[in-house]
Nanobody, 117 residues
């Protein structure tokens, strides 16, 4: 079945960096565009970044441009999110999934990112 295992979150001070990883399985990973999403408390889940199936094209939500970088390794069925210059408003649970998603209605557990001094 579909599985996403997100990791790499944690507590970081404003201005710090984190690198998230998401290992995917249960579908043909390199056939799909992938996204990172996030959901802050009391808010709707939102798209953070998108990467094409080959990795050749990326796009970002406006507030993440220049700070976040999405990448993928199709040999490892893994998608990454490098997050720099983190702000308190980046605090959320981060998920990966296909784009559009969720594939077969499934979401992983996500990884918590907390930006606080």
């Amino acid at each position: 079945q579909v599985q996403f295992v997100e990791s790499g979150g944690g507590l970081v001070q404003p201005g710090g960096s984190l690198r998230l990883s998401c290992a995917a399985s249960g579908f043909i990973f390199n056939n799909y565009d992938m996204s990172w999403y996030r959901q802050a408390p009391g808010k709707e889940r939102e798209v953070v970044a998108i990467i094409s199936s080959s990795g050749g094209r990326t796009s970002y939500a406006d507030s993440m441009k220049g700070r976040f970088t999405i990448s993928r390794d199709n040999a490892k069925n893994t998608v990454y999110l490098q997050m720099n210059s983190l702000k308190p408003e980046d605090t959320a649970v981060y998920y990966c999934n296909t784009r559009p998603g969720p594939i077969r209605g499934y979401w992983g557990q996500g990884t918590q990112v907390t930006v606080s001094s």
